[in-house]
Each structure stands twice: as structure tokens, then as C-alpha cells.
């Protein structure tokens, strides 16, 4: 059963899928594949760093703490909309370098102008009239604002096209659309580590002396560095792989004017909104299993470094200088745990169609991992409780003791068995049930974006308040996504349909061979 079910199939949808026989009636070769999803390396380095550096480069430029939530918004606001206008008109590209290929290139090129921005918001902030006693700098502010949303915007104008070639390279194959996503998954993995080792290295700045500036110090400095570095990576992952391998060019077939003016009469957001009009029930259980799995997930994924250091070490950001040790102590053993993370991930990014075979399929892996995520977000109470105990006895500063810490850790490191499902299998999903039915590939992949941004909003508007009406902390919002773990789970064993066993191949007319 295909994702979405058009009345009427035009002449236009039909031109959007059809392949030529020599290039795009088989899978590419796997080597191809491997070169596209190399690109998320590049990507995934720099969101590391994000994740890892710019909360204490934040501090340093002194933006309040009540206006830095608005600036973490861009990245779901920017993917709820960019990505949908993006895959859409990566679908109906005309250019003579491909439909995706254009796309990928001005994504990379922006997150090198975003990422300079960012990097020298102090510097440029400076030259502008900021004063170094200033404790709040309100033009690097601006300029640093201006460089996360333009990061995001890029990020997601790079991110959809990439996933949606690798759609096009495994041409319908139900299979080679898993592996192309299990490697996109694995080399995320990659960025992740490169991302969070790099950033854990204080004397990374002493390769590039010139970053080191009267308005940016050694943090700043080495905050450039990687960058500068995530930069390089992106920029030949991505040359390399848009000069190695070609994108399909689109010719739409000719029309008549009927054809043009009924075409015509159809807006960008007409076409969204008509795919969820238009959707069936796989996409919809999709998008429905998908918003679940990312509630369960961005409580984790946005506060697990704090939970590190707030409810496991027993330090506050705002405490004495004892107490702030002991949360930045937190704070940098969260990032190893997140170190553990990403290798886990990566090697599990490796075996998931082994043991998506084995289990029975990709939506019965889905499901089972889902539980695994329930149990491990149920966990941290456990680990928190533990770590009270032992400061009841130990002291209030003393910190968690060397099986507790052992303990985190480790449901770090277990947690990156269900984020590797999570980076590949819900994207695979929609490239073969898109396939299925005929639709765009970029469209379908940005539809399924929504799902994921949305609870992202609502967990990054929502999950403070909700937090401080038990008494602060981050359990509520933990215990919460396990609920929605766990419910993802039961659905994606029980209402998610199975995707066809082998490799169908949409039709011109959106059926099948």
C-alpha cells in the first residue's frame, strides 16, 4: 500500500518519477551510495559541535537566559518550513546538474557562511562597538543569532536533498533504500564523534594562532578551530561526492495549456497541504509513530549533559564555585557519555539491516528498540535516586561514586542502540512507501521532517514549565518520553504497516512492475 494516493495521476507526477533505463531502472552501485551519505559526516560534525561548545560561547557573549531558548527554536522553526519548500522544489528541479545536486552544494556552502558568522560573532561584535567589560554584547548577539539561524536553515536545505538522492540512487529498491540509510546513519555517527573529540581537546586553538583575538579568548579560539575544521570536512565530503556521482535531471513531458494552467493554479503550500489530504494510511501511522519516538527523544537529547550534572553529580550552574565545579564536572562526563553514544551508533548503524532480517523486518526493529529507549529513559530515575542516596551518606559536594557514574555512562552508551534505528528507519520508510505510490521523494522526506520538528517545539517550549510544576529537575520530562517510547513502540508492532518485502518500483503511473 502505497504512502500517498493521488485521484487523478498527471502527466507531471509522471514525469517527476519516470527513470531513464540506463541509469535509474536499477540500484546504484553501493559504492555511490556510501559517497552521498558520506555527506552527513560534514553535517554531523558541526551539530557536535553545536551540542558540545556553544552553550559556554553563549555565556561568554552574554545573551539572557530566558532569550536563548528563542534562538534553539530556529532549528525547529527552519525545519518545519525549509525542508518542505526544499524537497518540493528538489523534486521538480530543471537544472542540467541534477535535481538534488544544486540543493546539496548551496546547503554546504551556507553552513560555511553561517559557521564564520557564528565563530566570529565576538570578533565582528567588537569591531561594531561592543565594549570587552560589557557582560551582555548586544552586537555580537545579533550577529551570532543571525549566523545559528542561517546554520539551520542550511542544515536543513542540505540534509533533505541528501536523503532524497539517496532515495533516487537505490530506485525503489526496498533493501538498498535501508543500507543507504543505515550508512547515512553510521556516518552521522562519525560526525558525532569527530564533533565531540575535537571540542574536548583545549589546545585544538594552537593550530590556527590567528583565532585567538582581544574579544575572543581560548574557548572562542578553539571554538573557531573546529570549526574551521568542520568546514573543511563538509566541503570535501560534499565535492567529492556531488563530483563522483550524478543526480537524474528532470524534463517535465509537454503540456498543452490546460495542462499549464491546472499545474499552475496549484501553490508550493497547495501541494503540502494536498499531500496530507491525499496521504494513506502508512504514511500516516509513519508520521504518527515518528512524533512519539522524537517526544521520547529530545528530552534526552536536549537536557542529558544537564541531567549529568544537576541530578548525578548534585552540582548547580548557579550555585557556589564548589557547586558549579561539580556541575561543569558533570557537564564534561555527559559528553563522554555521549562520546560512548555516538560508537555505539555507529557500529549499530552498521549491522541494522542484519538485524532488522533476523527480527523479522524494519518495523518490528523499530518497535523493539523503542522499548529498549522506554527502559533506558526509565533508568535515569534509578540512577538519579542512587546518586541521592549516596550524597545523603558521602555529603551533599561529594559527588557520584565511581559504580553510579559507571552506571550513566552506560545508558548512554545503550541508548545509541535505539538512535541508530531512529537516524535510518523511519527515513527508509518513507522513501519506499513514497516509491510505492509515485510521490517525490524530497516531498515525502520533508513531510516526515514535520513530525519530527513539531515535537521538537513542543518539547523545547514546553518541557521548563512542565519540569518546574514538579519542582524543577529533569525527571519529569524523562519520565514522560518513556511514556512516549514505550507507546511508539506498542504502535509500530501493532498499526505500522510492513513495508513490501522486496523492491517495488513506482511505475510512471505511480503503480508497480
Known amino acids: 500500500m502505497g504512502a500517498f494516493e493521488t485521484e487523478k495521476p498527471t502527466k507531471d507526477a509522471a514525469a517527476l518519477e519516470t527513470q531513464s533505463p540506463e541509469d535509474f531502472d536499477q540500484p546504484s552501485p553501493l559504492r555511490k551510495i556510501i559517497s552521498v551519505a558520506s555527506i552527513a559526516a560534514g553535517v554531523q560534525f558541526g551539530w557536535a559541535l553545536q551540542l558540545s561548545l556553544l552553550t559556554p560561547y553563549v555565556q561568554l557573549l552574554g545573551i539572557p537566559h530566558k532569550w536563548s531558548s528563542l534562538i534553539w527554536l530556529c532549528g525547529p522553526v527552519s525545519g518545519m518550513i525549509v525542508q518542505p519548500i526544499v524537497g518540493f522544489h528538489s523534486d521538480r528541479c530543471r537544472s542540467r546538474f541534477g535535481r538534488r545536486r544544486p540543493f546539496i552544494a548551496s546547503g554546504a556552502a551556507l553552513v560555511a557562511v553561517a559557521v564564520l558568522l557564528i565563530g566570529y560573532a565576538a570578533d565582528f561584535g ?3 562597538g561592543d565594549k570587552l567589560e560589557e557582560k551582555v554584547k548586544v552586537r555580537a548577539i545579533g550577529i551570532f543569532a543571525l549566523g545559528f539561524w542561517i546554520l539551520d536553515v ?3 536545505t542540505l540534509q533533505g536533498p541528501c536523503r532524497a538522492f539517496l ?11 535501508r543500507v543507504a540509510n543505515a550508512f547515512f546513519s553510521f556516518f552521522m555517527a562519525v560526525g558525532n564523534v569527530l564533533g565531540y573529540a ?13 583565532t585567538m583575538t582581544k574579544a575572543c579568548d581560548i574557548y572562542c579560539a578553539n571554538l573557531k578551530t573546529c570549526f574551521f575544521l568542520s568546514i573543511t570536512l563538509l566541503l570535501i565530503v560534499t565535492v567529492t561526492s556531488l563530483w563522483y556521482v550524478k543526480d537524474k535531471q528532470w524534463s517535465p513531458p509537454p503540456r498543452n495549456s490546460d495542462d499549464d494552467e491546472k499545474t499552475s493554479s496549484v501553490p508550493l503550500f497547495g501541494e503540502i497541504f494536498g499531500a496530507f489530504r491525499v496521504m494513506k494510511r502508512p504514511m500516516w501511522m509513519l508520521l504518527i509513530v515518528t512524533a512519539l519516538n522524537w517526544i521520547a527523544w529530545f528530552p534526552f537529547l536536549l537536557f542529558d549533559t544537564d541531567w549529568m550534572g544537576r541530578e548525578v553529580y548534585g552540582g548547580d550552574s548557579d550555585g557556589n564555585e564548589r557547586s558549579k565545579k561539580l556541575y561543569s564536572l558533570g557537564v564534561q562526563s555527559g559528553a563522554m557519555g555521549l562520546m560512548f553514544n555516538s560508537i555505539v551508533l555507529g557500529f549499530m548503524s552498521l549491522g541494522v539491516e542484519w538485524i532488522g532480517r533476523k527480527l523479522g523486518g524494519a518495523k518490528r526493529l523499530w518497535g523493539i528498540v523503542n522499548f529498549i529507549l522506554a527502559a533506558g529513559l526509565a533508568m535515569t530515575v534509578l540512577v538519579t535516586k542512587l546518586a541521592e542516596d549516596h550524597r545523603k551518606t558521602a555529603g551533599a559536594l561529594a559527588g557520584p561514586s565511581s559504580g553510579i557514574k559507571a552506571g550513566a555512562l552506560s545508558l548512554f552508551a ?3 542502540i535505539p538512535l541508530a534505528i531512529t537516524f535510518s528507519t523511519p527515513f527508509a520508510l518513507a522513501s519506499i512507501f513514497s516509491s510505492c505510490s509515485g510521490a517525490g521523494q524530497g516531498l515525502s522526506l520533508g513531510v516526515l521532517n514535520l513530525a519530527i520538528v513539531i515535537p521538537q517545539m513542543i518539547v523545547s517550549l514546553g518541557g521548563g514549565p512542565f519540569d518546574a510544576l514538579f519542582g524543577g529537575g529533569n525527571l519529569p520530562a524523562f519520565i514522560v518520553a518513556a511514556i512516549a517510547a514505550a507507546i511508539s513502540g506498542v504502535l509500530a508492532l501493532t498499526v505500522l504497516p510492513s513495508p513490501p518485502p522486496d523492491a517495488p518500483k513506482a511505475t510512471a503511473m505511480g503503480g508497480f512492475h
Do not use: C, E, I, Q
Open 414 to 416: 545503550v541508548l545509541g
Open 154 to 156: 542550511a542544515n536543513n
Open 126 to 128: 567588537y569591531k561594531m
Open 167 to 177: 532515495a533516487d540512487l537505490a530506485a525503489g529498491d526496498a533493501k538498498r533504500t
Open 198 to 210: 575535537a571540542g574536548s581537546y583545549t589546545h585544538l586553538h594552537k593550530m590556527f594562532p590567528f
